[in-house]
């Protein structure tokens, strides 16, 4: 159960391998990463169910988070305001993120954002995430990547 997804086991005792999430989740870690499970479709390759990505725009393994948050002293809450949080028909199934280059993370599909402490800030079936680390309505982008100069594939 690493939280990352960084470390998958392949199960040789017949007992059930590790299984989709009924609910589609991103965890807003305070002043570091987005951790989501779902089923998920990073860069066009199906990847497992856990994954923890850059919010900081500082990892040299983006999109995904590598720890450079820490040394790079960055600040942001795991706590925002609470926007729409309507209910979705469906709950689970593919998370399609596609990281656009010099830009945010494209996300379609079913999604339920939450804050650190598990609050739900959001329910959508396509946003932006900021993976820049400069927006002001973080973890969704408002466009500060191209202000500060952000690159990324």
Do not use: W
């Not at 973080?138 to 500060?144: A, L, M, Q, T, Y």
């Amino acid at each position: 159960m690493c939280p990352s997804g960084a470390i998958q086991i392949d199960r040789k005792d017949g007992n059930p391998a590790e299984q989709p999430p009924e609910v589609n989740t991103c965890h807003i870690r305070e002043s570091g990463p987005l951790a989501i499970r779902a089923t998920l479709i990073i860069d066009s390759k199906l990847d497992g169910y856990r994954a923890t990505l850059c919010r900081c725009g500082q990892s040299k393994n983006k999109p995904y988070c590598d720890g450079s948050h820490h040394d790079a002293g960055f600040a942001a809450t795991g706590e925002p305001e609470t926007g729409k949080t309507d209910a979705l028909q469906t709950r689970g199934g593919a998370l399609d993120i596609r990281p656009q280059r010099n830009g945010p993370l494209a996300v379609t599909g079913p999604l339920e954002i939450c804050s650190g402490t598990g609050r739900v800030v959001a329910r959508t079936q396509a946003t932006r995430l900021c993976r820049c680390g400069h927006s002001e309505n973080k973890p969704f982008c408002d466009g500060s990547h191209a202000r500060a100069g952000f690159v990324s594939e």
